[in-house]
């Protein structure tokens, strides 16, 4: 495979403020069975190996989030100045969100308390300040796609849980 078609310069440049934050798992894109959520070794290799062997350009993301037995790990995967390619989100959202995904199923597995804590802590509040974003806007890929049936992040993926750890920590931070 040539290097040239995997080249950051080829993807494209958000042009837009950033107004909205996607959460997503992994499992909706990359379905290889090495990227199984109840893994205990580090599995992003995997995900850029399944990357690769989809001839795409880079990790459709710009965070991914991993959990490594009971240490939870934010990775940025693409800069936030490449748009992530979504065709079942309307252009209107996708030209403004940065997308972070959560590494596995978890249509078959339920995150932990301090998965959530730092999802919030070191992605997701991060992100709100930075950008500006209020809270509400931080959308799960099945509510703004055109796919209906669609459960990304998983169905055992509480809102209001990560809701309410984001406001915990903006809280805090203002204190």
């Known amino acids: 495979m040539p290097l040239l078609q995997y080249r950051p310069s080829l993807l ?7 107004k909205f934050i996607i959460l997503h798992h992994t499992r909706c894109m990359y379905p290889q069975e090495t990227l199984k959520i109840d893994n205990a070794k ?4 995997f995900l850029s190996k399944a990357v690769m062997e989809g001839k795409q350009s880079d990790i459709n993301y710009n965070f991914i989030v991993e959990q490594i037995e009971q240490d939870v790990q934010v990775m940025l995967a693409r800069p936030f100045v490449y748009k992530c390619e979504f065709k079942d989100i309307p252009n209107d959202i996708n030209n403004h969100a940065v ?14 308390k301090r998965f959530y804590e730092t999802l919030a802590y070191r992605c997701l509040n991060p992100l ?20 209906k049936e669609l459960t990304c992040p ?9 809701t309410a750890q984001v406001r915990r920590y903006i809280i805090k931070a203002s204190m």
């Open 12 to 18: 494209e440049v958000r042009t837009g403020k950033v």
């Open 42 to 45: 580090y599995q992003t290799p």
């Open 99 to 112: 997308h972070v995904a959560m590494l596995g199923s978890y249509d078959y597995k339920i995150p932990s």
């Open 128 to 147: 709100v300040r930075l950008f500006h974003i209020n809270v509400d806007r931080i959308k799960f890929h099945s509510e703004v796609s055109t796919n």
């Open 154 to 162: 998983g169905i055992f993926v509480d809102e209001t849980v990560i």
